[in-house]
């Protein structure tokens, strides 16, 4: 689903040319959970910017959803965004005009999908039934993150982009997000979740390590997978 | 530490300079028409009173009544014998028509000879003043020599000299263009047409009464008064004079009633009222948009503004940053405000001179007007700015600092009014929706847009309620005949007589009537303050209420056909306070024994008529005879032949009949009247389009503001493949909900300041014209969607940052 060949990234920040990314290769499929760990600058919501085509490498390939984004187009790349990915943001990013359904119900408009589902029946899907009306500053945190998954699940795309999800969430609410995005893993997606927290690479099917622009491991997590009940942090 | 507020200061000006820019300009534009306008007024004022004093026009008017004359000398040895008269100059004023050819194209129009003394004494009152290579005509040329009035040669760029042909078949030699004060502004004839169909010749008096054929005659006198003079009482003393030693009636007429120092004037009052409501909409509009502004400026550093409290600095020290910014957007506007008046002031004098030529016209910079105006524009940013920074200082540090999905937001509409409903896509709704989550802002941004088309609406409607009423005018002078005009006698002769019976006779004249036109002063009895009750001087005509070509409209009660009713104008009737049925007293002149005199009589108000002009009453031709009037005509009303036209009628009359003073269509009578406004509506649409701009740079900031705030909904927008042009379109909607709303509340708005100005300011400044409201819809349709299609567009400009920005940057911005 996702195939990064030799990509690299490089930043003028004036006169100085910083690398975020120095050739790396990556391979995701379909169903599988992957965390991307690194410390902040190591290179992480840049591959992830990539892989979603918010931003073009400086050199290498990249393809998602079999198609290579170093050749699309300006249009392709949104319709990419349309069509093949979903993104969850640290920050949750809804629209704050716009209620849980109507947030949900964007996702669905974009993709041009009309799933079996409903909105409700998504924001219940993710435990928000109760808030179906409600709009984004009226709900906390982990209530905003999870319209914020309803959202990115209501485009019905197959690659699943989190990029911090649980930043501003305390552990329990955070633990209820992962398990959510753990579980679209389940229905044949591909979730890549980027984070600088070790704990919680420990439940992903595979863990991608970053430092100074390079993946320095990739494989399951040290000690196997752990359950969602044993995480502290 | 305050050099340190003003370096950030200036930074967030550097920032968001565009938005402080564009503030700033729209109270410049508030401040440039007022300060522009209220210029141009004083400008023409003091111009003109300087214009007056150097060609010494007239205090005091008087000319024999009813185109009599009388030798020359006596109209002056009775000037020099009352008190108070300082200066006084006696003319031959006759009308006549004027021929000459241009590029090859015979020219037939108005003329009026004004014989007079043309040397150059000081002592002249009502001089001319010569325009560039002009000369002065000398008295005892072979071939009579005149000054041609400047607005006539230049309209039809005459040469410096050439020859014209007046009366018919005398020869002229006209040595130059000239102005006296009395045609500084062309106010009669046919209005500003007069420009090209009134040829004013100054000639010396000998020559005029050469070409006129009465030797030795003046019936005219000019007159200025020793200063604290009675004007009253020396009126009374001509016409009592004159009277007695003459014989004559004489009509005294003040520089102040006269229509063209009338029209110089014009009603400061009105002017000024207008302006000042123009203004102060467009002060308000742009104290929105400032307090707009500033408030999201502030919400923008909220976390600032916690963190600043949360280490302990004083709220008073906190303000000084964004208070900064509304002295910033106060010190442009005025600046920008000056460079605005003088452009609007500029514009202005462009349409004040192609109507009025003032031989001097001075453009002071007006101190005090633009000081009060920059006054009132450097305060409203500053206080628009003060209160959302006192709300925010107010807040408890620990909620200023808070993220934003934690923040409370409590209290407002928005909650509420955001359940609404909606159809359509959630892309569609999110227009509304943007709208309604923040109620405050959405209405400043509206109240801001409603000011701005309420003043196009009210310029607009106003133009067209001017004009609105001049057609009615016209409709009713006219009534089912377009081509109506009428011919002044040059006195009043026998119906029977050969004067009356050629102009009836003429091959290109048919349906020829005979009436009469009296002035009279006209008093109510019934009602009003019995100590200083209403006096009008109004046009009392004698027509034929059974006539078949023309008799006014009733438009309450009947005409008094064979009865002594008077039929009062609308406005008449509603200044006096008096209804059909009711009686005025009516102060006249009389014809007893063949001697003028005045006679006063009690008339009862018959019907109403719905002419504009207020000066209009109408009694029958039949009860001439009861004034002293029967059998006699100073008019006579009539349409061109078949196969003739207007100017056939004129060449004939002119050119055969004896007595004919003018020959003018009737459509062209109110002409005068429509023209004195030129100026105001050239002003209004100076207006209106500093409003349309107004409109756009409100959109464009408003659009602007939106891009920036919104940097991060667009781009999480972008993430999900929305394209940018969608992203523009939405911002497109949400300006156009804003806009036909505030179309709505702007309409609403214009139409109260419209009925305000036009029931309640007209009246005041122009008494003599009853305003009928008018409001073109198609016009203003054209206009609103024009500004609506200002509204939509604006987002496109700041449609470059979109397709610009750096999208990963903004969709990790933390507050």
Not at chain 2, 320 to 334: A, E, N, S, T
Not at chain 2, 644 to 649: C, F, R, T
């Amino acid at each position: 689903m996702i195939d990064l060949e030799g990509v690299t990234k490089h930043y003028e920040v004036g006169p100085v040319m910083v690398t975020a990314l120095a050739g790396i290769d990556l391979h995701v499929d379909t169903g599988e959970f992957v965390v991307v760990l690194g410390a902040s600058g190591s290179g992480k919501t840049t591959t992830l910017n990539i892989i979603g085509a918010l931003d073009v490498p400086s050199s290498g390939k990249v393809t998602v959803g079999g198609r290579d984004l170093t050749t699309s187009s300006r249009s392709e790349l949104f319709a990419l965004r349309r069509e093949t990915v979903s993104f969850i943001f640290q920050s949750f990013n809804l629209f704050p005009g716009l209620t849980a359904t109507e947030n949900v119900e964007f996702g669905m408009d974009v993709s041009g999908k009309s799933g079996s589902a409903s909105p409700a029946d998504i924001l219940d899907s993710v435990g928000l039934g109760h808030r179906l009306g409600h709009f984004p500053h009226e709900l906390s945190g982990g209530e905003q993150q999870r319209v914020a998954i309803a959202r990115a699940l209501a485009t019905g795309n197959p690659v699943l982009l989190a990029d911090e999800p649980t930043g501003e969430l305390d552990f329990k609410t955070g633990a209820q997000i992962l398990k959510l995005l753990a579980e679209q893993a389940n229905q044949d997606r591909a979730v890549l979740v980027v984070t600088h927290n070790r704990e919680i690479s420990r439940m992903a099917d595979r863990v991608v390590e970053m430092s100074s622009g390079q993946i320095i491991s990739d494989g399951p997590p040290e000690g196997g997978k752990t359950p969602l009940s044993e995480l502290h942090w | 530490m305050k050099l340190l507020r003003l370096r950030w200061s200036l930074r967030d000006a550097r920032r968001r300079w565009i938005q402080i820019v564009a503030i700033g300009f729209t109270l410049a534009i508030g401040i440039g028409l007022y300060a522009g306008l209220s210029s141009v007024t004083e400008w023409r004022l003091v111009s003109t009173d300087k214009s007056l004093e150097a060609t010494s026009m007239y205090d005091l008017r008087a000319t024999v009544s009813e185109g009599g004359d009388v030798s020359a000398g006596s109209l002056a040895r009775i000037a020099g014998e009352i008190d108070g008269i300082h200066s006084y100059s006696e003319r031959l004023v006759l009308d006549t028509q004027v021929e000459t050819a241009v590029d090859g194209d015979e020219l037939l129009v108005h003329g009026r000879i004004v014989g007079m003394d043309v040397s150059g004494s000081e002592q002249v009152v009502n001089d001319v003043y010569l325009i560039d290579d002009a000369v002065r005509p000398a008295p005892g040329a072979a071939t009579p020599q005149v000054l041609v009035n400047r607005s006539f040669a230049t309209f039809w760029d005459l040469p410096t000299s050439g020859t014209l042909t007046v009366g018919g078949d005398i020869g002229v030699d006209y040595v130059g263009s000239a102005v006296s004060p009395e045609f500084f502004l062309i106010v009669e004839g046919n209005g500003s047409l007069g420009k090209s169909n009134l040829a004013v010749l100054f000639a010396p008096l000998a020559a005029a009464q050469d070409i006129s054929g009465r030797p030795g005659a003046v019936n005219d006198l000019v007159m200025t008064l020793e200063s604290g003079a009675d004007a009253a009482a020396v009126t009374e003393q001509l016409i009592a004079a004159a009277a007695s030693q003459d014989g004559v009636l004489l009509d005294v007429l003040t520089r102040e009633e006269t229509p063209s120092y009338i029209g110089l004037i014009g009603s400061p009052e009105l002017d000024q009222g207008i302006y000042n409501a123009i203004s102060l909409l467009l002060f308000v509009g742009a104290a929105f948009a400032a307090l707009n502004f500033s408030a999201r400026m502030v919400e923008a550093q909220r976390r600032e503004i916690g963190n600043s409290m949360a280490i302990g600095e004083r709220p008073r020290s906190i303000i000084v940053r964004p208070l900064l910014i509304g002295l910033q957007i106060g010190i442009i506007g005025m600046i920008l405000g000056v460079v605005v008046g003088y452009a609007i002031a500029f514009q202005t004098v462009g349409v004040v001179q192609e109507l009025m030529w003032l031989p001097i016209f001075e453009q002071p910079f007006q101190g005090e007007i633009y000081a009060q105006a920059m006054a009132v524009g450097f305060a409203v940013p500053v206080l628009a700015v003060l209160w959302p920074v006192v709300r925010a200082v107010r807040v408890k540090p620990v909620d200023a600092i808070r993220s934003s999905h934690l923040a409370s937001r409590g209290g407002s509409l928005g909650p509420v009014i955001s359940r609404i409903p909606l159809p359509g896509r959630s892309l569609e709704r999110m227009p509304f929706r943007n709208l309604m989550r923040a109620p405050r802002r959405t209405f400043l941004t509206l109240l801001t847009f409603t000011m701005s088309l309420a003043i196009m609406f009210a310029m607009l409607s106003l133009s067209s309620t001017f004009a609105g009423t001049f057609e009615q005018g016209n409709e009713e002078l006219l009534g089912s005949e377009p081509d109506r005009f009428m011919v002044q006698m040059d006195s009043l002769y026998p119906v029977d007589g050969p004067q009356v019976q050629d102009v009836l006779a003429d091959p290109t004249v048919q349906l020829g009537e005979p009436a009469m036109v009296l002035g009279a002063n006209v008093t109510a009895t019934a009602s009003g303050d019995a100590d200083d009750p209403i006096r009008l001087d109004l046009a009392v005509r004698f027509v034929d209420f059974g006539s078949t070509v023309w008799t006014p409209t009733a438009s309450e009660g009947s005409l008094p056909r064979g009865s002594p009713g008077i039929v009062l104008a609308d406005k008449a009737a509603r200044d006096f306070g008096v209804g059909v049925g009711d009686e005025v007293v009516v102060t006249h002149p009389a014809l007893v024994d063949g001697a003028f005199t005045h006679s006063t009589r009690t008339v009862e108000v018959a019907a109403i008529h719905p002419h504009p002009l207020r000066l209009n009453a109408y009694m029958d031709l039949s009860q001439a005879s009861a004034w002293g009037f029967g059998g006699l005509a100073n008019i006579v009303t009539g349409v061109p032949a078949d196969g003739s036209s207007l100017n056939d009628v004129k060449r004939s009359l002119f050119g055969s009949g004896k007595g004919v003073a003018l020959v003018q269509g009737l459509s062209e009578t109110f002409q005068s009247v429509e023209d004195s406004q030129e100026q105001s509506r050239g002003v209004f649409f100076i207006t209106q389009i500093f409003v349309v701009f107004l409109v756009m740079l409100i959109a464009f900031n408003t659009a602007n503001i939106n891009v920036d705030e919104r940097s991060r909904d667009h781009a999480t927008m972008f993430a999900y493949g929305i394209p940018v042009r969608r992203v523009i379109a939405n911002l497109s909607m949400e300006g156009l909900l804003l806009g036909v709303v505030a179309a709505v509340l702007g309409g609403l708005f214009g139409y109260a300041l419209l009925l305000w100005m036009a029931l309640f300011l007209l009246p005041t400044a122009i008494p003599d014209i009853g305003m009928i409201v008018s409001v073109r819809w198609w016009e203003m349709a054209v206009s609103f969607v024009v500004a609506l299609a200002a509204i939509a567009l604006a987002p496109v400009f700041p449609g470059r940052k979109l397709k610009k920005m750096f999208i990963p940057g903004q969709l990790r911005v933390m507050e």
